[in-house]
């Protein structure tokens, strides 16, 4: 949903616009003089709006959050990534000799 505010506005209550754009995906139209001059929204709604990711890779998404590897810490990337190159390097190893 887009607000229509004032540059007064904006200016004197900008910390909890800010909170209402990052935590309930608002937008604030921002007005000066009755003339639109500015769009406050948050850096994810944004994304959405002018990058949206290509159905493959919410399909990627979908299927993390369900596995619940969207919660993964880079300690557990990490851990993840050295572990399959120990695996990889092995089936080298025992394939060559």
């Known amino acids: 949903m887009t607000h229509k505010i004032t540059a007064v506005t904006a200016r004197t209550q900008f910390g909890q616009i800010l909170d209402r754009a990052v935590?309930?995906?608002?937008?604030?139209?921002?007005?000066r003089n009755g003339e639109p001059v500015a769009v406050i929204m948050s850096v994810a709604d944004f994304v959405r709006t002018l990058a949206p990711a290509p159905d493959w890779l919410k399909?990627?998404?979908?299927?993390?959050r369900r596995k619940g590897l969207d919660k993964l810490t880079?300690?557990?990337?990490?851990?993840?990534?050295?572990?399959?190159?120990?695996?990889?390097?092995?089936?080298?190893?025992?394939?060559?000799?």
């Open 23 to 31: 935590e309930h995906n608002e937008r604030f139209l921002v007005e």
């Open 59 to 64: 399909d990627l998404q979908d299927h993390a």
């Open 74 to 97: 880079m300690e557990d990337i990490d851990a993840e990534i050295a572990a399959t190159r120990r695996e990889r390097h092995e089936r080298q190893r025992h394939s060559r000799g």
